[in-house]
């Protein structure tokens, strides 16, 4: 499938504003997590989701995760030495799941019900060694609908320490797309690498069809 028809056929299941995707039942069956009839994450990434969290966790010390999900990049986290894993997760029942993960965790783990656009505000400026990005957008209004880590470079940027690295789900195949670069570097990055990973991608997957994904090494 196209890119364009893979927009096609998520446009087909329907927006959901950012605000109602809080209160949206979340289905955990098959290895799979779908939120409003979204197919949000599928444990085929299991390898890349390990990828993004040994380089989110590269430098250690306090590691801020946006999108709890299925909890895979999260235990990949936690198998690393850290100080504290924050987890900012907008679903009421993926955040459930959150705080009994957070029971059991090894490191201290400090989840945050919200979306990350609300919370941000409240995670000061150069506070944090590591980020790993990958949330979801059910809501398709701009051409930078399915992007949804654009919007969230500048605030990366803001409250990385000095050295910081930031990781993200990053919808490229095998480079960043001139676009895609553009906005790292305008949100204040120069220190811009990749790592071109094999992902075992089902054939029925509606939202990636490759067989690779780059996982972004960027630090401030
Ligand atoms: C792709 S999953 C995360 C997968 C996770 N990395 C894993 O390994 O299982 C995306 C998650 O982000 C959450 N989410 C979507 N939009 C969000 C937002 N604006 N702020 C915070 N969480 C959001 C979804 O509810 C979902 O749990």
């Not at 890119?3 to 299941?13: G, R, S, V």
């Not at 599928?42 to 890349?48: G, R």
């Not at 990828?51 to 989110?56: G, K, M, V, Y």
């Not at 944090?128 to 969230?152: A, K, M, R, V, W």
Request: with cysteine; proline share 5%.
């Amino acid at each position: 499938m196209s890119n364009q028809n893979y927009d096609e056929a998520l446009f087909k299941i329907g927006a959901v504003k950012p605000s109602d995707w809080k209160k949206k039942p979340a289905i955990f069956s098959d290895g799979k997590l779908s939120i409003a009839g979204h197919p949000v994450m599928e444990d085929w990434e299991d390898s890349y989701m390990q990828e993004l969290a040994q380089i989110a966790t590269s430098n250690g010390g306090v590691i801020l995760e946006l999108g709890f999900g299925l909890g895979l990049s999260a235990n990949y986290i936690q198998q690393q030495p850290i100080d504290k894993h924050i987890i900012i997760e907008a679903n009421e029942e993926v955040f459930a799941k959150l705080e009994e993960f957070a029971k059991n965790a090894t490191y201290e783990v400090e989840p945050r019900l919200g979306l990350w656009e609300e919370m941000l505000p409240s995670i000061p400026d150069e506070s944090i060694e590591g980020i790993l990005f990958d949330t979801y957008s059910p809501n398709f209004e701009n051409e930078e609908q399915f992007e949804c880590e654009f919007p969230f470079f500048e605030h990366a940027y803001r409250i990385l320490k000095k050295g910081g690295v930031f990781t993200y789900y990053s919808s490229e195949v095998s480079d960043f797309s001139p676009q895609h670069l553009q906005l790292l570097q305008t949100a204040g990055f120069s220190n811009i690498e990749k790592k071109i990973c094999a992902v075992n991608t089902p054939d029925d997957c509606l939202y990636w069809k490759s067989k690779t994904m780059i996982a972004p090494i960027v630090k401030k």
